[in-house]
């Protein structure tokens, strides 16, 4: 049964660390992308990826890292420099841009 | 101006209501449309993908384009209160990945 597998799906954490959200596919998707998502705001990009190790930024990068070696994982390093890291995180992929996007379940971060 | 445009709403309707949901876009190199819908704590899940103007169906979906005027429309018939969710549309093309609205969300009540 092919998808997206986010994990975990609650997350919480203290202010000042940092947190990796996983996320796996096995769709064989060369493109993998994460969203953050803040109420009444949409989805808004914080990085994708076209090919294992290399990723670009998306809109709001400015506090998070990702890392791409494997093509069926594309982890989410929420760093303590992200100001208001509290939100709900989509992983997606994708066939080559500008394909649909597959979305996972999404993991809801929150930190206090 | 945001790329993509869509009311946040919310939408209320009755039961059986035909829903029409809108969105219009700014960059002219899009080509592929897509609606997502997306059910409260869950991913979005992807509805409809349209290439270029005109109509498609899927039941009691449709998708309509109109690239001359940058607009996007989706109707729904026969609502449902299952349909109750937050519609997003994404259009992409070219070298572009797909761009989301804000999203719609849709009350069907019985």
């Known amino acids: 049964d092919g998808g997206i597998t986010q994990s975990p799906k609650y997350l919480f954490r203290k202010e000042g660390q940092n947190v990796t959200l996983s996320c796996e596919q096995n769709?064989?998707?060369?493109?993998m992308y994460w969203y953050r998502q803040d109420p009444g705001q949409g989805l808004r990009l914080i990085y994708y990826s076209q090919i294992v190790n290399d990723f670009q930024k998306g809109d709001i990068a400015e506090g998070y890292s990702v890392s791409r070696e494997k093509k069926e994982s594309f982890p989410l390093t929420v760093t303590s420099a992200q100001k208001n890291p509290t939100a709900f995180y989509l992983c997606?992929?994708?066939?080559?841009?500008?394909?649909?996007?597959?979305f996972g379940n999404g993991t809801r971060l929150t930190v206090t | 101006q945001k790329e993509v445009e869509q009311d946040p709403g919310p939408l209320s309707v009755p039961e059986g209501a035909i829903v029409s949901l809108n969105c219009t876009y700014s960059?002219?190199?899009?080509?592929?449309f897509m609606w997502y819908r997306q059910y409260s704590r869950k991913g979005p899940e992807l509805l409809m993908y349209?290439?270029?103007?005109g109509n498609k169906e899927d039941g009691r979906f449709t998708a309509q384009v109109d690239k001359s005027s940058k607009y996007i429309s989706l109707f729904i018939r026969d609502s449902q209160p299952s349909d109750s969710a937050t519609y997003l549309c994404a259009p992409a093309g070219g070298s572009y990945i797909p761009t989301f609205g804000r999203g719609t969300s849709l009350i069907v009540h019985p």
């Open positions: 349209t290439y270029s103007s």
């Open positions: 997606a992929s994708s066939a080559p841009i500008p394909s649909p996007l597959h």
């Open positions: 960059n002219s190199a899009f080509q592929y």
């Open positions: 769709l064989n998707h060369d493109a």
